[in-house]
Structures are given as C-alpha cells and as structure tokens.
T-cell receptor, first 113, second 115 residues
Framework: DVKVTQSSRYLVKRTGEKVFLECVQDMDHENMFWYRQDPGLGLRLIYFSYDVKMKEKGDIPEGYSVSREKKERFSLILESASTNQTSMYLC????????????FGEGSWLTVV | AQSVTQPDIHITVSEGASLELRCNYSYGATPYLFWYVQSPGQGLQLLLKYFSGDTLVQGIKGFEAEFKRSQSSFNLRKPSVHWSDAAEYFCAVGAWSGGYQKVTFGTGTKLQVIP
C-alpha cells in the first residue's frame, strides 16, 4: 500500500513564526501536492511538484512556499504564519504508473495564535 | 480549467436506505473522475475512480458511480447505507495540463446516517 506520512498531526504556532510541514511518500511517486482544507471550501491546492526541485503554484499559493530536494519528500513552508492560515493541511502524491490516483496523508492540523 | 460542483452540503439518510450523492464537473475533454471519503480528523481515502471504459464503476465499501457525459455528472450511489458510512464525501476531477496532473476537488457532502 502507498503510504504518505505527514510528520506532525497537530501544531500550535504563534503569529509571525516560520512553520515547516513535512511530508514523505514511500512509492516513488513523481507528483506531490499540498492542499488546504477548510469547512465549506473543500480542498484547495496550494502547491504541487511533478519532479525533484520542480514546483508549480496551485490555486492559493500566497503566504506559502515549498521545497522538494528529494523525490520522496515535499515540504510546505509558512514564512510568517498568520491566524488566517489556521487550517488542516493535507499532503498527497500520485504517479502515472499508479493510475493517477492521489493518495493522501492523514493531515496536519495547524493552529496559529 | 476544470471545476467540480457538489450541490448538497449536507445529507441525512436512514440506515438501510439508498444513497445518491451528486457531482457535476466542468472540463473540455474527457476527464478522469474520483470519489473520496473522509472520516472525521482523517485524510481522504479513495472510493472509486473513472478513467475510461465502462461508465458504471464499482468501488470499495459497496459504492458505485456512473459517468454520464451528456449530463457532466458522476454521481455516487449505495443501495443500503450503514451507520459507518457517515463521513464527508468529495468528488474530484483530474486533467493533464502542460505535462503534469492537476486534480480539483468539490466542496464536499457531509453524510449523516440516522438509526
């Protein structure tokens, strides 16, 4: 089975802090994604990456950056956390060879106070 | 650009009753379509997917969905709902663009099951 692991399930950070959310997948998938989930808004794509060191903006990239130095790892960075970034963050991966299905991690609940 | 609409925010059904969750998509070509389920506090689990071929797709947990191109719909069905089906359900549409995959999700339908 594909496993997508998000390093932190629950985080509480202060406004202005730099926040790192880490994600690792174990299936050699070329595509990786970061989504944000908020009630009534569904999942919104923040950034995605289709190869090492490659990244593309999604629908809501403002206030976020990403890093993909290794194929299995995709990090989401909040340079200066703000209260409106309090949310559930979901990492995911996919591959053409696995039928383009997106596999999700269990999510990271971030609260910014 | 593709988009997905799930018109029902919240649905309540009785245990044992049939279920249909609606999903409409917008995309210029033949899309690939997914249904995912999310239990509270968890990530999303794939229920089923449609890429091509038979328009009636069987998934896990007794769910099925039918792709209707003429209606741009991909509705999820289950003949008899169990209390454990209470969760949030997301429809998604995927497309290849510029050599990479982009998947867009709907806003979700929350299912409540009553005894």
């Amino acid at each position: 089975d594909v496993k997508v692991t998000q390093s932190s399930r629950y985080l509480v950070k202060r406004t202005g802090e730099k926040v790192f959310l880490e994600c690792v997948q174990d299936m050699d998938h070329e595509n990786m994604f970061w989504y944000r989930q908020d009630p009534g808004l569904g999942l919104r794509l923040i950034y995605f990456s289709y190869d090492v060191k490659m990244k593309e903006k999604g629908d809501i990239p403002e206030g976020y950056s990403v890093s993909r130095e290794k194929k299995e790892r995709f990090s989401l960075i909040l340079e200066s956390a703000s209260t409106n970034q309090t949310s559930m963050y979901l990492c995911a991966s996919s591959s053409y060879s696995s039928g383009n299905t997106i596999y999700f991690g269990e999510g990271s609940w971030l609260t910014v106070v | 650009a593709q988009s997905v609409t799930q018109p029902d925010i919240h649905i309540t059904v009785s245990e044992g009753a049939s279920l249909e969750l609606r999903c409409n998509y917008s995309y210029g070509a033949t899309p690939y379509l997914f249904w995912y389920v999310q239990s509270p506090g968890q990530g999303l689990q794939l229920l089923l997917k449609y890429f091509s071929g038979d328009t009636l797709v069987q998934g896990i947990k007794g769910f099925e969905a039918e792709f209707k191109r003429s209606q741009s719909s991909f509705n999820l069905r289950k003949p008899s709902v169990h209390w454990s089906d209470a969760a949030e359900y997301f429809c998604a549409v995927g497309a290849w663009s510029g050599g990479y995959q982009k998947v867009t999700f709907g806003t979700g339908t929350k299912l409540q099951v009553i005894p």
